[in-house]
């Protein structure tokens, strides 16, 4: 039971930090990123080619840290920043184009095949009578602090600030002297770093693959079922998420655990599309 | 009118000159053809295949050919996608005008190329596994297979397992939820319940990378042994997550396109390589016999620098096949020839395979041999741990 | 109206009448053209190979999904990520027929179209109320929804790695080589083709692209939107399953495995790179994305760059990616503008444009 419990927390960990860096970007620049797991897994592929190169954990995680943000930076300055106020398909695609291309990235650079991000840590951790795989405890507590760090960054400080005000009146915010431009690259930049160290996590915790990209599924889904503007709710509906696959996979067959979370959709589209947390939008009644 | 005439006689030199050169250029060549995955994910399984393929022709070709006829292969990446598996297969056979297709990627590729060579009568003989559609009574025409056909090796999988806990215990199966891997546990659940285990299937999706949840679902299942089919990347998540359950009894792959080397070095130092076992067609790379020595003195030739695995012994085993039918067939060997032969060849393969390789009209898969290895830790190597035990192509079904 | 006897001579290419502007098929030069594409596209068989003439076929049944996923998310604006899902129920429905009752050609091909038609009703029904970006993710939806169901329903019932179709016989004829397929797929799709050009001229076409372009000012004007909305969704998605039980019987297997969502990203691709909401955009998308693998493979063969197989793959993948995102930055309207471009700098030369108000089509 304990460590269902672990593996559980350890997946909603990396599912909300997925889901969140979805979250941030739609709210400021009102693009719903499709290519979250293609970026995940491409930071991991870096993490996880530079530890085999030699370089250790603590050093190699920075640095795959720093490339999300500067592949967050990229995509925003050459892509998102010329489409900013097109209708929302156009982003749409244009993200499905991007996840394409990474994913072309990832086999010619990295070779697609299985690797492992190890974080040199293995075995057991025990805490009192329980016996948890430390791989699982390492990914829930980074998931958890990268959580807590991003979520500490957009209510406390300034830039928060700024992200948020664009995220709800964007006209007013570039009227009182908002830098608009900036702010969503910033957004982009944590986005993408978001998305990176769920990769990381999750191949510390499992291994990096080209199908590794599901999960930015489920995190897409979480987002969905949460509302697509809502930092709150992206991280309850991962929760759910998380708990549904574990549970199918426990309880019911393994064979339904990636059909699960989308049957919950499915409902939640069909009764309040527009999430759980989301934003009320007003559908006209045609 | 004299410009016209200059004109005329120019082309027609020309085109002539074009005839001679093309009629020149038709030398005497066994054209064949080989079809795989060669860029996507799973081109760490085919690239061997392939390799191993290439060695044995290259090395029959220095020694003259079959017959002084050498052997000429074109290879087709079909990137793991059935539509252009079967563009590839069409191209082979029309455009490059091959007699045969030999390799072919993963099953879910092989029905349209069967349908695509059976309409230009043009045979093909998959390695990488295979579909049941070869077995008898009734195999689909000019389709073979000479590698891992599922519902097989699930068969003597869950054979072995009743073998190895006399009759007393729990198997679990596990695969992939695909026609191929629902089949082999299938078969698996069916002969270990015939030896008397208790058994369960645990079945999941091929994209799953994290198999925490599911592993402890089998632990719940209380296993004695588990046997799994699915591919070696999420065999090699499966047993991490097993061991980290808790589990520390036997574990029994299906070899389906199994490399050895990243296998080990996946899953060094988290204990999680003791008590795992192979069960394949084929030798191990490390196995002894004269075969073994020359495929691996062709690998150091043609500039292989990591070790051989039993995939390229797959690839190997199947051009030794080719170069039997096409003996056989003698020069020149249109597909439908080739057909014939392959319809009623016997191959032996010595030390590579336990038994030879046989073909009947109602039987495109034929009797098989198979054996156990299990890794050795101080070796460092999976070596053999049983017999060869034999394996009719008439698995019997009984379903749960 | 003009008097005849006065008037200068117009060119017959001038839309000066309702007829006119409606007409597929403006003046001589546009006819002529028709006429040698028409004789060249029959005659293309004798002067290819049979894997050309292959390809061709695999580009005509893209050109059929192509052009009806382009009225529902180009003209209807509704984001489809479905197609591959409604290409494999045309698959499966064709499929299971033909291995269950054994039912002529004709008939599965009009019950894939059927099946097609009552899961695109269903899916409009359900996105009635949403905005662009819920429409295509109920798609998404409905996508892993129906290739689930149909992984279960291979691996369980049909117990095997896929169905195996056998050759159509047309009555008249019985489609064995690639130059069979050819032809019958060429009417084909020139019907499909011409039905659609037609559709979007009719009242039936104009209630669509108006939902498409603002569906609140349609309901003001009268447009009965729910139906629009419900009857695009029906026709789109039945063209869609008739084209996948095409490509079924095409290949000769249905498995679930091909039903893929890169298969639904290709698609768009093909409508995005093409044009979206132009039936000649449609074409030559199609077209692009099908036979762009191919022309790839050649370009690196030529320019002997002797690339790694295992890398090829993933450049097919770059340039696939790099294309639908250079086309949404700097020509959004496609191959198709783009041609119209070439087009009216031929046609209008020496002059840079012709009017300032040209409908443009």
């Known amino acids: ?286 | 009118m004299r410009q016209k005439s200059r004109l005329a006689t120019v082309s027609l030199a020309l085109g002539a000159a074009l005839a001679l050169s093309a009629a020149g250029a038709q030398e005497r060549a066994h054209k064949i053809g080989y079809l795989a995955d060669l860029s996507g994910p799973m081109q760490d399984n085919y690239g061997p295949i392939v390799e191993g393929f290439e060695f044995y022709v290259k090395d029959l070709n220095g020694r003259g050919g079959i017959n002084g006829v050498p052997v000429q292969v074109a290879v087709r990446d079909d990137q793991l996608d059935a539509t252009r598996a079967a563009s590839m297969a069409l191209e082979l056979a029309t455009s490059v005008g091959v007699n045969s297709i030999w390799g072919m990627s993963q099953t879910r590729t092989h029905l349209a190329v069967y349908q695509t060579a059976a309409r230009n009568r043009t045979p093909a003989t998959a390695m990488f596994s295979g579909i049941k559609e070869v077995l008898p009574p009734s195999p689909l025409p000019y389709a073979y297979s000479a590698g891992h056909v599922f519902e097989v090796a699930g068969e003597v999988s869950g054979k072995l397992a009743a073998t190895m806990l006399n009759g007393k215990g729990k198997m679990i199966c596990n695969s992939i939820e695909a026609p191929g891997g629902v089949a082999a546990c299938q078969f698996a659940e069916g002969a270990a319940a015939a030896g008397g285990l208790e058994t369960g299937t645990v079945l999941f999706p091929p994209t799953v990378t994290e198999f925490g949840a599911i592993a402890q679902r089998m632990m719940s299942m209380n296993p004695t042994i588990v046997v799994a089919h699915a591919g070696s990347g999420q065999n090699v998540g499966l047993i991490k997550a097993l061991r980290g359950a808790g589990f520390s009894g036997p574990i029994l792959m299906g070899s389906h396109g199994l490399n050895e080397a990243p296998l080990i070095n996946a899953l060094q130092g988290i204990g999680s390589l003791d008590k795992l076992q192979i069960v394949s067609r084929f030798a191990s790379p490390d196995s002894t016999g004269k075969e073994l020595a020359d495929i691996r003195a062709a690998a150091q030739q043609y500039g292989k620098k990591t070790p051989i695995a039993t995939t390229t012994i797959m690839g190997w085993a199947l051009a030794k096949l080719m170069d039997a039918s096409l003996r056989q067939c003698g020069y020149p060997c249109p597909g439908d020839k080739l057909n014939s032969v392959l319809e009623n060849i016997k191959v032996d393969m010595g030390s590579l395979m336990g038994g030879p390789v046989q073909f009947t009209p109602k039987d495109h898969y034929g009797t098989t041999w198979w054996r156990v290895f299990q890794y050795d830790a101080k070796e460092k190597k999976f070596l053999p741990a049983s017999e060869w035990l034999e394996a009719s192509s008439t698995p019997t079904l009984r379903k749960q | 109206m003009m008097s005849h006897a006065q008037s200068p001579r117009i060119p017959s290419s001038l839309p000066i009448s309702m007829g006119r502007t409606l007409a597929l098929c403006r003046g001589r030069a546009q006819w002529l053209a028709v006429v040698v594409g028409g004789v060249a596209l029959l005659a293309l068989p004798r002067f290819f190979s049979v894997f050309w003439i292959h390809l061709a076929n695999v580009c005509l049944i893209a050109i059929i999904g192509a052009v009806a996923l382009n009225i529902l998310t180009g003209n209807a604006r509704l984001v489809s990520l479905g197609q591959a899902a409604f290409l494999g129920i045309g698959a499966f429905a064709a499929g299971l027929l033909q291995r269950t009752y054994n039912v002529p050609f004709p008939i599965a091909l009009a019950a894939a179209a059927i099946a097609g038609g009552i899961v695109g009703v269903m899916v409009a029904l359900l996105s009635l109320r949403l905005r662009v970006l819920y429409v295509a993710v109920t798609t998404l939806v409905l996508h892993f929804a129906v290739t689930t169901f149909f992984s279960f329903v291979q691996a369980v019932f049909l117990d095997s790695s896929g169905i195996i179709l056998p050759l159509p016989n047309l009555g008249f004829m019985e489609l064995q080589t690639p130059t069979d397929w050819y032809y019958f797929l060429l009417a084909i799709a020139a019907l499909i083709v011409l039905g659609a050009l037609n559709l979007l001229r009719s009242f039936i076409g104009r209630r669509w692209i108006a939902v498409g372009e603002h569906d609140v000012a349609a309901e003001a004007l009268g447009v009965p939107v729910r139906w629009a909305k419900v009857s695009v969704f029906a026709v789109t998605s039945a063209v869609v399953a008739f084209a996948g039980a095409l490509s079924a019987y095409y290949v000769g297997t249905v498995s679930f495995e091909s039903y893929h969502l890169g298969l639904a990203i290709a698609y768009l691709a093909m409508i995005i790179i093409g044009g979206v909401g132009s039936v000649l955009g449609s074409i030559l998308g199609a077209v692009f994305i099908t036979l762009l693998p191919y022309v790839l493979d050649q370009i690196f063969l030529i320019a002997h760059l002797n690339v790694r197989a295992n890398v090829l793959a993933g450049l097919h993948q770059i340039a696939f990616g790099g294309l639908i995102v250079a086309f949404l930055l700097f020509e959004p309207r496609g191959l198709a503008e783009i041609w119209r471009r070439v087009r009216s700098a031929a046609t209008d030369w020496p002059f840079r444009y012709r009017s300032a108000s040209r409908s443009v089509r």
């Open chain 1, 1 to 286: 039971m304990a460590s269902f419990i672990l593996t559980v927390v350890a997946s909603w960990g990396i599912y909300a930090l997925l889901g969140m860096g979805i979250v941030l970007v739609y709210r400021t620049s009102r693009v719903l990123n499709l290519a979250g797991g293609e970026l995940a897994i491409f930071i991991g592929y870096v993490v996880a080619i530079a530890i085999e190169n030699g370089l250790s954990f603590p050093i190699a995680v920075p640095l795959g840290m720093g490339s999300a943000m500067a592949l967050g930076l990229a995509i925003f300055w050459f892509t998102i920043r010329r489409i900013m106020g097109e209708p929302p398909h156009v982003g749409l695609m244009l993200t499905v184009g991007i996840a394409t291309i990474l994913n072309g990235l990832m086999i010619v650079l990295f070779g697609g095949g299985m690797i492992a991000v190890p974080a040199g840590l293995s075995g057991f951790t025990t805490i009192g009578s329980l016996r948890l795989p430390t791989t699982d405890v390492v990914a829930a507590i980074g998931a958890w602090l990268s959580i807590a760090a991003i979520g500490l960054v957009y209510r406390v400080t300034n830039l928060g600030l700024q992200m948020r005000a664009v995220a709800e009146r964007v006209m007013l915010s570039a009227q009182r002297g908002l830098n608009v431009d900036r702010t969503v690259a910033l957004s982009w930049i944590i986005g993408v770093l978001a998305a990176g160290l769920a990769g990381i996590l999750h191949g510390e915790r499992a291994f990096v693959a080209l199908s590794a990209t599901v999960i930015g599924i489920s995190a897409l889904i979480a987002c969905l079922i949460g509302g697509m503007d809502s930092l709150k709710g992206v991280i309850f509906a991962a929760f759910i998420v998380a708990l549904t696959e574990s549970f199918t996979a426990l309880y019911i067959d393994p064979r339904y655990v990636l059909i699960a979370p989308v049957m919950i959709l499915l409902v939640i589209l069909i009764v309040r599309p527009w999430g759980l947390f989301g934003t009320v939008e007003e559908f006209r009644r045609v």
